[in-house]
């Protein structure tokens, strides 16, 4: 009884099934009470102990880290339009693919992940951190399964971005539709 | 498209741009990095629909097309290009046409490399 999150979740566990004690009444509240008061005060000792994140530091590693992986795709396109003959236009979905298999590589090997830890948004922001997310959640539920490991896991992190991706494009596209056509 | 050394400087500066405002977003928010590409996914919808991210791919090349905005950009590419030629009923039929090479590439990679290889680090 002395740990205030128990006895709140038991009460009301008691008032669901109908056998509500009106003695544990005014008691319950006081103690959601207190542990309201203590989830607050132990809040603002996160707040106070939290180290500042190095804000110009990381800024600067993830246009570093960014830069250079566009930069890499730049090569990649250049490569695709001078010696496989693409168009400049259509040069950019091969281009994608190839830094999509690199990027799998190379979080296959466990290099990828590691990286990120320094790149922070550098290396999560460019598609090879699409990709990334969806090859390291593949990778780390293949235990569960072909079907639900592998095959269930694998959109968990990637999910969001295609589905705001799709929404989004779904809207902006209706919009400018209806404005052009009517 | 200008193809001399300046469309290098150019990927170079605007894609690392992205991914500077990116981490600025992550640190300035503390949301996760999976909320900060959705953001920048949803930018580049928006800034198609606009009619300002191609000329930013005209600029800045593979600075463009690599990050995640240009998902954005492509959805509403196919969407509106296939709206084109059948109405309407396009903007669903099309919406992952362009994308489909990034998605299919993705998904078949990783497929394999959570078949052969095994979970480091």
Not at chain 1, 123 to 141: D, I, K, R, W, Y
């Amino acid at each position: 009884m002395e740990w205030p999150g128990c006895t709140v979740y038991h009460t009301s566990n008691l008032d669901t099934l109908g056998v509500a004690s009106r003695e544990e009444g005014w008691w319950d509240m006081a103690t959601k009470a207190k542990a309201v008061d203590a989830r607050a005060t132990y809040q603002q000792l996160v707040d106070k102990h939290r180290p500042a994140r190095p804000l110009l530091m990381n800024t600067v590693r993830a246009f570093l880290v960014g830069g250079c992986i566009c930069l890499i795709g730049q090569f990649v396109q250049m490569f695709f339009i001078k010696v496989a003959g693409f168009s400049p236009k259509d040069a950019g979905n091969p281009t994608v693919a190839v830094m999509i298999f690199a990027s799998v590589l190379f979080t296959a090997l466990g290099v990828y992940d590691k990286f990120a830890q320094w790149a922070g948004a550098g290396s999560a922001v460019p598609v090879t951190g699409f990709a990334n997310t969806m090859a390291s959640a593949a990778l780390e539920h293949r235990t569960e399964g072909w079907v639900s490991g592998i095959g269930g896991n694998m959109f968990k992190l990637a999910g969001p971005v295609i589905v705001y991706g799709v929404v989004s494009a779904f809207f902006v596209s209706l919009v400018r539709y209806l404005v052009i056509h009517l | 498209m200008a193809w001399n050394w300046t469309t290098f400087l150019w990927a170079f500066v605007v894609g690392g741009g992205i991914c500077a405002v990116g981490q600025i977003l992550l640190d300035i928010t503390k949301l996760t990095p999976g909320h900060i590409t959705v953001m920048l996914v949803i930018a580049g919808a928006v800034l198609d629909g606009l009619g300002l991210y191609d000329p930013l791919i005209r600029f800045a090349g593979a600075g463009a097309t690599v990050p995640i905005t240009s998902f954005g950009n492509s959805l509403v590419h196919g969407a509106l290009a296939e709206a084109d030629q059948h109405g309407l009923i396009g903007i669903i039929t099309g919406i992952f046409e362009v994308t489909s090479a990034g998605i299919s590439a993705a998904i078949v990679f990783a497929f394999l490399a959570a078949a052969i290889a095994r979970p480091r680090g």
